[in-house]
């Protein structure tokens, strides 16, 4: 029997032998930080450059807000990813996740095998002025290591310090005018954990995967007006013969970061309710899917139910009350779900909640509405509330949505990778199932592939189509004429469109609606395609190694989308006509978009080569027209659906497509 090497290589373990299988890695940068630093960029302030005054007391912050940055009314830097994805099982809603990656989204630059420091996380000035060593302040916060992401080594950590000296020494660059004159503050030691895989760190502490610390401030030369603490975290990368599986390391996850006065080293529980994990997909087996497919089988997409986690991480009985509704994409209620109030329990005597109405809101018998739109979204916002007069800490994370994407791909992933996928040696083929409720047209694929050391990816492979032979891949339907390599994009939710390149569509009929999607290696380096963490797509992901078909071992599902339905061009050498659709990419997106000007048939002498594109709201109200170029910028619009119609400037040739917003 093949031996069968399993690696989990989140940048730290060494491929080391050529008949490696299937691994994950790292992801070598996140190119949705690096586009939110670009815009970020101007309104940045400087190393050492304060923005505000001091705080006062309480500190806190559990990370709900949106990220993917901490907020700068708390925290002075940008380095650590604000997140849910990440973490297993939080505390709450949310957390700061360390690792090795900047605030651009990329490798640090001295990133190295050595222990390199990489990101901080540095408070606002806080004024302990009014307060005494008598007064009982103490600092506290929860910590996990690996998480989702990968497992910080030994040598690794996670050090807390605070801030002894305020620009105890500067220097002055006098080679330029004006002089330049740079600040160095010196820090004192207070904490530190070294790095381990999470079950180990759970086992040995006995915790259900976080810690709680607690630190005492007594120290009389901390009770200033310009307090300050950080957090940052020691990586190393792994030394690898092979660049394509060098990438991103060493995850850990800081939540509640709470400072007050009047507490106790016994003061560990906070008067708080949270959920704990993003909301789910309505649908049974997707995360997105093709209206048209849904809307031929609702009854077998749709889940009966869901389920939330909802946690009270206090010492009391809460009274809470839980409700979702959904709106369509003008904002109408199509569905509203009361789950009525419930007494709550400490989760640190009873777990999360478990009443039914709020652990499993039960929607059976229930669809989303159904039109004859080609494509739709639905928004769905899951809500909990305290009743009674006792405050929460934080209301932020009293509330989680999710968009119900029907558009023209399938999608078991969230669009968020916690890892990267991939496959060796050279011949190594990956399958990815899906199954149709409908006979349609296969177009292409949209994938996410991350970013690897110098580019180090940029391998050739066949994209494949294969049908379906009991239950594992079996006869090749379609293989790319073409060699296809990685192309990035960047936003974690915007992924390259590989289109098929054959005379004549794709038509998956009824007796191939199982069919399977992926590639056939060509070379022995790791694409690292994109890999969610967060879904499970396990079932249906099979690779190859020697011409035998057989399951993943890991859990999680890969960011790769079949493209169906509508034409799109590229995809083929067919000649678009008069009210043919438009192709806009990235959609849905934030509003900058980029449009394909279709390709047309003869027209008579004398009609205009000119275009103009029009935009229009769902209920048909022109927004704008605007000259024909291949980039536009509607990112000023509000979320939404908008109508979007190319003409001739004469009117003879139009084009329509329907832009997403969803920023």
């Not at 709450?92 to 989204?105: E, N």
């Not at 989702?148 to 080594?153: A, D, E, I, K, R």
Request: charged content about 20%; aromatic content about 16%.
């Amino acid at each position: 029997m093949k031996k069968t090497l399993l690696f989990i290589l989140l940048s730290l373990c060494i491929p080391l032998f050529l008949d490696a299988q299937e691994y994950l890695s790292g992801i070598q940068e996140n190119p949705w930080l690096r586009a939110e630093a670009a815009s970020r960029k101007a309104k940045t302030p400087k190393a050492g450059q304060e923005i505000q005054s001091a705080l006062g007391l309480p500190f806190l912050d559990d990370f709900s807000n949106p990220g993917p940055y901490p907020e700068t009314k708390r925290w002075l830097d940008n380095n650590v990813l604000v997140n849910n994805t990440y973490p297993k099982f939080p505390v709450t809603q949310g957390v700061a996740t360390f690792d090795a990656l900047s605030d651009s989204g990329s490798l640090y630059p001295l990133a190295s095998t050595f222990p390199f420091l990489a990101d901080f996380l540095t408070s606002q000035f806080v004024d302990l002025t009014s307060f005494t060593p008598a007064d009982s302040l103490y600092m506290s916060f929860y910590y996990q290591p690996q998480g989702y992401g990968n497992f910080p080594n030994s040598r690794d950590s996670l050090v807390l310090e605070f801030l002894d000296t305020y620009h105890s020494s500067y220097t002055i660059d006098t080679n330029v005018n004006p002089h330049d004159t740079t600040f160095y503050d010196t820090w004192q030691h207070v904490w530190s954990a070294s790095g381990m895989p999470l079950d180990t760190f759970a086992k040995a502490n006995n915790l259900r995967w976080n810690r709680l610390v607690m630190i005492p401030v007594k120290d009389p030369k901390w009770f200033k007006n310009n307090f300050r603490f950080r957090f940052f975290n020691y990586a190393s990368l792994a030394s690898s013969n092979i660049p394509s599986w060098r990438s991103n390391c060493d995850q850990w996850n800081l939540d509640m970061v709470y400072f007050d006065a009047a507490r106790s080293i016994y003061d560990t529980l906070f008067s708080d309710m949270s959920f704990v994990l993003p909301a789910p997909s309505f649908l049974k087996n997707y995360n997105a899917m093709p209206y048209e497919q849904f809307v031929a089988d609702p009854n077998k997409e749709m889940c009966d139910s869901v389920e939330m986690l909802i946690s009270n991480i206090g010492d009391e009985i809460l009274n809470c009350y839980y409700r979702f509704n959904v709106k369509d994409a003008s904002g109408a209620v199509v569905r509203a779900y009361d789950g009525g109030n419930y007494p709550l329990n400490p989760f640190a005597t009873n777990g999360y909640q478990t009443h039914n109405p709020h652990r499993w809101p039960d929607f059976a018998n229930w669809n989303f509405p159904l039109s004859v739109a080609d494509s739709t979204s639905y928004t769905i916002t899951h809500t909990i509330e305290r009743l009674g007069a006792s405050q929460e800490y934080n209301k932020q994370n009293d509330t989680v949505r999710f968009t119900q994407n029907f558009f023209n791909y399938y999608a078991y992933d969230d669009g968020s990778a916690e890892a990267g996928y991939g496959l060796s040696p050279k011949g190594a083929m990956l399958a990815y199932r899906f199954q149709l409720n409908t006979p349609d047209t296969l177009r292409g694929a949209q994938m996410f592939f991350n970013r690897v050391i110098d580019g180090a990816n940029q391998r050739n492979f066949d994209l494949t189509v294969w049908a379906d032979q009991a239950g594992k891949p079996g006869k090749v339907i379609y293989k790319n004429a073409k060699l296809y390599k990685p192309l990035y994009t960047d936003s974690l939710n915007h992924f390259a469109n590989y289109l098929f390149d054959a005379d004549a569509p794709i038509v998956l009929d009824a007796s191939n609606l199982t069919f399977y999607i992926g590639w056939v290696q060509l070379s022995d380096d790791n694409l690292n395609v994109g890999w969610d963490a967060n879904s499970d797509a396990s079932d249906n992901i099979f690779f190859s190694i020697d011409g035998s078909w057989q399951k993943t071992e890991y859990t999680g599902a890969l960011m790769i989308r079949p493209m169906l339905g509508g034409e799109i061009p590229g995809g083929g050498k067919t000649i678009k006509t008069e009210g043919a659709r438009l192709w806009i990419s990235p959609n849905p997106g934030n509003g900058i978009f980029r449009l394909e000007l279709p390709e047309v048939p003869s027209e008579p002498a004398g009609i205009s080569q000119e275009f103009e594109l029009s935009v229009f709201t769902i209920t048909g109200s022109r927004i704008n027209t605007l000259p024909w170029r291949s980039q536009y910028d509607l990112s000023y619009l509000p979320k939404g659906i908008y109508i979007l119609r190319l003409n001739t400037t004469d009117g003879y040739l139009n084009f329509q497509g329907k832009l997403i917003i969803s920023k």
